[in-house]
């Protein structure tokens, strides 16, 4: 159904206020910030035809309204404006490559890096080469004072988490240190290279913690252990706790646990990869339960007219999509020319 003019402008307020602020949008807010020339009693009479058709919906605990899954789709086919890379953020990315073009695996890592990094969203890289992992990053956090969740990443972007029980007397400020030491001893390891004398090492830095590094250490060594033959690689899986759609720890524990099924996410993308250009899947429309409230926006990537893969970005529904369309296209073009670059040159 096409919108007429005047809903179109509430609906893409609604939308771009939502998206900025996670807060429903309320009339009066609409008519101060978005100058649609018409009164707040009018605004609310086109917010309530909005509601009726189906593009917005009234959370339980406000009066404003949010983008319904219908809304947000009729904003990303019909009103939403592709902006531009800064021209720092196309600088990080043309550089990046520059100094990553030898070998494929370190393109394709530093692909999803970079996704995250510029959006503060999390990336899935879809490819059909594999490599072997190595531990990248562990990060353990305070849920409450008898649970905390250990959150492990390899080299190769795959996640592994688990809930663990603490005594009430650890601190965040003891998993923290416990996380940085980790880190710093243990970063680049492969499971072949975690050696007993670093493990000592480890243990007497960390005696006061010892049941806790225990489930840390099994923990890393199961995600290296079952960590060959990828084909995903994840970047800014952290970005996850920053958004307040995911402060639940559920929705937080069910999202990790699709991130490290990776046949699951390679399943969602494949079907968009190959159909060209950026695509989206808007809440629903991916299919599963454990993607509920999140949204995806895709790209295949490809070389000599043969596809490769496909990059993505994985955030909540209020995800900016417009932003998020903008990236997955400029790192799509540049990712391929670089692809195409390294298998010319391995006589592919």
Known sequence: MTLDARKQNVLLAIIQDYIATAEPVGSRTIARKYKLGVSPATIRNEMADLEELGYIEQPHTSAGRIPSGMGYRYYVDRLMKRGELSGEEEKLVLNSYLTKVQDIGQVLRRTGQLLSQITNYTAVVLTNHYGKGKFRHIQLVHLNPTQAMM??????????????????????????????????????????????????????????????????MDLIQESL????GEKIYLGGVFNIL?????????????????????????EIMVGVIDTGGVTAKIGDEIENDQMKGCSMVMAGYSAGGKALGGIGLIGPTRMDYAKAFTVVEYMTRNLSLVMERLLRGRGS
């Open 151 to 216: 959150i492990v990443v390899t080299d190769a972007g795959a996640v592994h988490h688990q809930i663990i029980e603490i005594p009430e007397s650890i601190r965040p400020a003891d998993l923290e240190t416990i996380s940085s030491v980790l880190n710093q001893k243990m970063q680049g390891m492969s499971l072949e290279n975690i050696r007993l004398t670093l493990v000592k090492e480890i243990y007497f830095e960390l005696a006061k913690q010892k049941h806790i590094l225990n489930m840390a």
């Open 225 to 228: 252990a079952t960590d060959g």
């Open 242 to 266: 920053d958004q307040p759609e995911f402060h639940s720890i559920e929705k937080v524990k069910t999202l990790l646990s699709l991130l490290e099924q990776e046949a699951k996410l390679a």
